[in-house]
């Protein structure tokens, strides 16, 4: 999509380190008019405040630049999640964590007050599949895409949301369903992507045949999650589980390790054979045991099914 400039219309500390960032005007309205959600890609500024895209640097140009197919601009992009919209007020929401001026988005957003300009350059991706049953978990960085999905879960689901954050300072009020039970796991300010909090509790979770995992959280911990969802024989279609960070890369030095665009493949890494440090090396052994696995929750699950019909 053409890049557009937002404005933002208010800054609002939900808690002390995330920070919701409203954007209103016409850019938004341009925006919205994409449908291009759940997840935004913005541009940061340069440090002289530049974009080095013409038509945003001037407004007299007729240029129309795809900004995430110009390697120069890609180490300015961040991926972020819709927190909210609003297409009849034209207003956009943004909950950014604040982890110190080391990441431009998040000094960015230190920074931000009302009438302060943001290059939106995209957007897209998957959202949470229909199922019965959930399984969702994510860091502070998965927060916003789960109070969203939380929000929008039909009154009807069941399962569980585990929320990793970094003190007890940071739990929020969400509005969920009922059958959806909230757990906020607290780090006790231990450092970001540090903890095995995450990939315990998935551990401790009871999966039925008809759940849908989704988790979204530091690269190692999603690695760990994914590759134990899949040993308990989720098939692929039921999850989407995916790095959001990596502890000491950028962005954009995580998207050159993981070796692709997420955004772009729609974060599907399993269809390509590559990316988030799995996929590689894997035998054939190890093919036939996923295979058996996938088999032996389908089965469950048409069990489940048949049982279910023969209840009523
Ligand atoms: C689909 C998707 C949706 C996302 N939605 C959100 C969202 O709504 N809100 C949000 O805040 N983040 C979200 N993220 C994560 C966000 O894109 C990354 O945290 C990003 O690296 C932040 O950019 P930055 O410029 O601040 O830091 P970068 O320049 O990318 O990184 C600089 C340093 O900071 C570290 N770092 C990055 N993020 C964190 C963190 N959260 N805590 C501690 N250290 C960190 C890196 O490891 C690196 O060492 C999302 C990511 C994806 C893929």
Not at 196 to 209: G, R
């Amino acid at each position: 999509m053409r890049p557009v400039l937002f404005t933002a219309q208010s800054v609002d500390d939900i808690t002390p380190h995330m920070r919701r960032v409203t954007f209103s005007g016409d850019g938004v309205r341009a925006y919205l008019a994409e449908n291009a959600i759940p997840n935004i890609k913005i541009l940061l500024p340069d440090t002289s405040g530049k974009y080095g895209v013409p038509e945003l640097d001037d407004p007299s140009s007729t240029a129309v630049t795809d900004v995430r197919t110009v390697p120069g601009l890609l180490g300015r992009v961040r991926t972020y999640t819709v927190r909210s919209f609003d297409v009849d007020a034209g207003t956009l929401a943004i909950d950014f964590v604040l982890h110190g001026d080391e990441g431009i988005a998040s000094a960015w957003a230190h920074r931000a007050k009302s009438g302060t300009i943001l290059c939106a350059a995209g957007g897209g991706g998957r959202s949470i599949g229909d199922a019965e049953h959930y399984l969702i978990a994510g860091d502070e960085t998965g927060l916003p895409a789960i109070g969203a999905i939380l929000e929008k879960l039909p009154s009807s689901a069941r399962g569980s949301a585990f929320v990793e954050v970094a003190n007890r300072d940071e739990i929020q009020d969400l509005v969920k369903p009922d059958g959806i039970e909230l757990h906020w796991l607290s780090r006790d300010d231990a450092p970001a992507g540090t903890t095995t909090l995450l990939v315990d509790a998935v551990a401790q979770f009871p999966l039925e045949p008809e759940t849908f995992a989704w988790v979204s959280a530091e690269s190692g911990q999603v690695v760990t999650i994914r590759k134990y969802l899949r040993a308990q024989g989720v098939p692929r279609r039921s999850m989407l589980v995916i790095g959001y960070w990596r502890r000491g890369l950028s962005e954009n030095g995580y998207a050159k390790a993981a070796d692709h665009d997420r955004d772009l493949k729609e974060y599907d890494s399993d269809k390509h054979g590559h990316g988030h440090g799995h996929g590689h090396g894997h035998g054939v052994a190890a093919t036939l045991a996923a295979a058996w696995a996938s088999f032996i929750h389908s089965a469950r699950h048409a069990l489940a099914a048949l049982r279910a019909r023969l209840r009523r």
